[in-house]
Nanobody
Framework: QVQLVESGGGLVQPGGSLRLSCAAS????????IGWFRQAPGKEHEGVSC????????YYADSVKGRFTISRENAKNTVYLQMNDLTPEDTAVYYC????????????????????WGQGTQVTVSS
């Protein structure tokens, strides 16, 4: 059974850092595109970052460029999202998703396929 489990969320002060983890079971993340998405109350789902399994290319939303880093550790079947310099605007439920198709980029944006989803982890940035 394909399963993704996010962890690492919590409450952090502005300017702080968190590292989210996305652990997979039932399949190997090494063969999948993995994306991080978030949804804040009253807002649409937003693609935050994506990593391409074929060449390791990474993609970031403009709102997180230079602050967030996506990485994968195939030996642990886990993908991470390191989040630094957090702001209240980063408050959301964060989800990871996996797909066999590669991400695509266009006009400075990117599309990260997302067939399988985790249950999400809450990130709250507040003083």
């Amino acid at each position: 059974q394909v399963q993704l489990v996010e962890s690492g969320g919590g409450l952090v002060q502005p300017g702080g850092s968190l590292r989210l983890s996305c652990a997979a079971s039932g399949f190997s993340l090494a063969y999948y595109t993995i994306g991080w998405f978030r949804q804040a109350p009253g807002k649409e789902h937003e693609g935050v970052s994506c990593i391409d399994v074929s060449d390791g290319s990474t993609y970031y939303a403009d709102s997180v460029k230079g602050r967030f880093t996506i990485s994968r550790e195939n030996a642990k079947n886990t993908v991470y999202l390191q989040m630094n310099d957090l702001t209240p605007e980063d408050t959301a439920v964060y989800y990871c998703a996996a797909d066999l198709d590669p991400p695509t980029s266009y006009a400075g944006n990117f599309y990260c396929p997302h067939e399988f989803w985790g249950q999400g982890t809450q990130v709250t940035v507040s003083s």
